[in-house]
């Protein structure tokens, strides 16, 4: 049939459609919905049974209703009963996305009800429905007999085979008011082969984000809580905020139950967790993690984190963390312009065996100003950095400090290209302290009041020099500075809080006081030189090199021996980044000492990625500082994970420690498969570290995704 005859056939069966309806009877007149947007038609060939209220349409035929269309080979439309058949194949797209394939259907006018045999739908998600028969009831429910449900697609290669997973059931109904999904007389098949069967099985369809329900469970054990089953329950409190319930059932133990809140606010949000267990000597454990986060306007903003454990072991345990320490706090803080200001308080709880919770400080309050001021038409600009601090404890000392950092500040390019920076500043502390305690010779505490005034100038040069070369541009930056202070200045008056420990190297070489509060200062003249050195290529592959040294006139004792720091000349501190090409980086630290030239300091980083295999390992090695609370460390880290074929994928990983008396610390391996449908993955961990009750521990774990269904797991830890 020629375009002219299709047109033709589409207008006389729209006059025809016209007429029907208006000569319909009363209780087609009701169908308000079709009079007011009556149904449109196209096909090869329509014909109109006068006498029978009967139009026929053949070839190509579609039938448009709103956001819905019907396509069939041919279809016979009902005025009087306002019902459509369609034969061929007949497929109903929906507005949510869903398409309904079938042999044969029956519908009405607006396409919303109706049954249809030997039905396929393909849902927007892409997964599959398949029902001998299937009914729709004013587009709010679809029942479907002696139906099938996956979300695995056929395989191209042989269609006849059976699907990775799907599930069978007597009867599936589609509840689009409810939004939910349920079956009766469910099976769930694997490769055709029936695994599990329930009686009865639902679930939120794909549209719903969030909904209220048990969630899939998970089931393992672990060598000090025995047989572990966790049932977990999703509950949805409103439309921004819900929790999650979890009982951990245990053999060994009384068990214990877990709980997450989360909300959402308009200017903010609030998490937590927390849990409480009883052992087999009816001990009683617990603890909470929460953090809560709320703008107050544009400028200010408040948090709180609340974090405790009953005890230092029962979060590992139980599988709830492995902090080290927790860390509680409350803040204030504000952003205006060139200020920063804030208020905080601060608690602490270690969680290892050498911590004293007696001497754990309680920081309270924290207050913090900083300013900078706009640069005058020289570049000039003033700055300043306030802080009071004042920390407690239930033995040990307490100690107050105010500190007032006011600073002025200038740079300058020079024609040539160098850069000169010039800083003046006069810092001021005010220290007080009790029972602090102090060298033998000044006795055995301190309880008094210390003031430190310090003055600085500070003069920065470096000078960047550029040439290219073919397709390379080349970067080399020697570097001075220079600092003026007096000597002195760290009494043993005055409590060192926040600036016990410190690294030196590459990143600080630069730096006009190398400590990271504001409780010691370095003193004294000195000066830091050094030179930095690039090469990029046009390509994107780059190099670049940073060594530096210090230099003051006197020793201080301020740096402890291993330090780096402790003599007129600093040890050599360097850096080395290569990048040859994308998805390739190679890192070098180090430092060196300036006597022997023996390694002080080594870390070695390597990464990369190519089309199938990732890859990261990490080598540290550095000495103990005198007085460091912090051993040394001589350790390497590694992972490597690829793509074995198109669906499987393995990692490894692992940490050793190369010290003398080091061993391997943990070690994993994990094999995912990952198709369209499916996730399956099997985890082997095993961790040497050892803390009071907690052991060495090796753990397996599969976890099983169904996609669009949900989950499990099992872990098994048999040591």
């Given at each position: ?226 047989s572990i089953i966790q049932a977990p329950y999703f509950y949805v409190l409103d439309d921004s905020s819900d929790i999650t319930i979890t009982p951990l059932i245990t053999s060994q133990e ?466």
């Open positions: 049939m020629t375009i002219k005859h299709t047109l033709l056939a589409t207008a006389l069966f729209a006059v025809a459609v016209l007429l029907g309806a208006l000569a319909s009877t009363p209780a087609r007149a009701e169908q308000g919905q079709n009079e007011e947007n009556p149904a449109t038609f196209a096909a090869d060939e329509m014909t109109h049974d006068k006498e029978l209220s009967i139009i026929t349409a053949r070839g190509h035929v579609e039938v448009n209703h709103g956001e819905r269309t019907l396509l069939a080979d041919s279809i016979s439309y009902n005025q009087i009963t306002d019902a459509i058949k369609a034969y061929g194949n007949v497929a109903l797209h929906q507005p949510s996305g869903d398409i309904l394939f079938a042999d044969t259907m029956e519908i009405t006018g607006d396409l919303k009800n109706g049954m249809a045999d030997d039905l396929l739908a393909v849902m927007a998600d892409r997964s599959r429905f398949a029902a001998k028969k299937a009914t729709l009831v004013n587009d709010e429910t679809m029942t479907m007999d002696r139906a099938i449900y996956s979300a695995c697609e056929p395989c191209k290669d042989n269609p006849t085979r059976p699907l990775l997973w799907q599930l069978k059931a007597i009867k599936i109904v589609h509840d689009r008011t409810k939004k939910i999904i349920t079956y009766k007389d469910v099976w769930l098949e694997v490769m055709g082969v029936p695994v599990v069967y329930t009686p009865y099985l639902s679930y939120p369809d794909p549209t719903v984000k969030r909904k209220s329900g048990f969630l899939t469970p998970n089931w393992g054990a672990s060598s000090s809580l025995g009384y068990g214990a139950i877990h709980g997450e809140y989360r909300e959402k606010f308009t200017k903010g949000e609030i998490t937590a967790e927390t849990s409480g267990a009883f052992d087999a000597s009816s001990r009683a454990y617990g603890h909470i993690k929460s953090e809560a986060r709320f703008d107050v306007d544009r400028t200010w903003r408040w948090g709180a984190d609340l974090n405790r454990s009953s005890s230092d072991t029962y979060m590992r345990r139980y599988g709830y963390g492995n902090e080290s320490s927790l860390t509680s706090q409350a803040f204030l803080e504000g952003f205006r312009g060139n200020t920063y200001t804030s208020f905080s308080t601060m608690a602490f709880q270690g969680l290892s065996a050498s911590d004293d919770s007696r001497t754990s400080p309680l920081v309270l309050p924290v207050a913090q100003f900083n300013y900078t001021g706009d640069p005058d038409k020289y570049g000039a600009y003033n700055a300043l950095d306030l802080n009071f601090t004042k920390l407690t404890r239930e033995l040990g000392t307490d100690s107050t400090r105010i500190s007032v950092r006011p600073s002025w500040n200038i740079s300058h390019i020079a024609p040539k290209g160098d850069i000169y920076k010039l800083r003046a500043s006069m810092g001021l502390d005010f220290f007080n302290a009790q029972e602090l305690p102090v060298p033998q010779s000044r006795g055995s505490t301190y309880d008094g009041s210390a003031l430190r005034p310090t003055p600085e100038l500070e003069f920065d040069w470096s000078w960047p020099l550029a040439r290219r070369n073919g397709t390379v541009t080349e970067v080399l930056e020697p570097i001075g500075q220079v600092i003026v202070s007096p000597y002195g200045g760290n009494s043993f008056k005055m409590a060192n809080e926040d600036s016990q420990d410190f690294d030196f190297s590459d990143a600080n070489v630069f730096s006009a006081n190398r400590f990271t509060g504001y409780d010691r200062v370095e003193s004294g003249p000195r000066a830091n030189f050094g030179a930095k050195w690039s090469v990029t290529g046009d390509g994107g592959g780059s190099t670049s090199v940073l060594v530096g040294q210090s230099y003051r006139l006197k020793d201080d004792s301020t740096f402890n021996s291993g330090s780096g720091l402790e003599n007129n000349f600093s040890d050599y501190v360097g850096k080395i980044d290569f990048s040859p090409q994308e998805g390739l980086n190679l890192l070098y630290r180090t430092r060196i000492d300036k006597d022997t030239l023996d390694f002080r300091r080594h870390e070695v980083a390597v990464s990369g990625t190519t089309s199938s295999i990732d890859y990261n390992a990490n080598y540290v090695f550095f000495e103990r500082q005198e007085g460091s609370e912090f051993s040394g460390r001589k350790e390497i880290n590694y992972a490597v994970g690829g793509d074995l074929t198109d669906t499987w994928r393995a990692r490894f990983n692992g940490v050793r420690d190369l010290s003398e008396n080091g061993g391997q610390r943990s070690t994993g391996l994990s094999l995912i498969y990952e198709d369209e449908c499916l996730e399956f993955s099997t985890q082997f961990s095993r961790t040497f570290y050892q803390d009071r009750d907690l052991r060495p521990t090796d753990a397996i774990m599969f976890r099983v995704l169904f996609k669009t269904l949900g989950e499990f797991s099992s872990s098994v830890n048999p040591s």
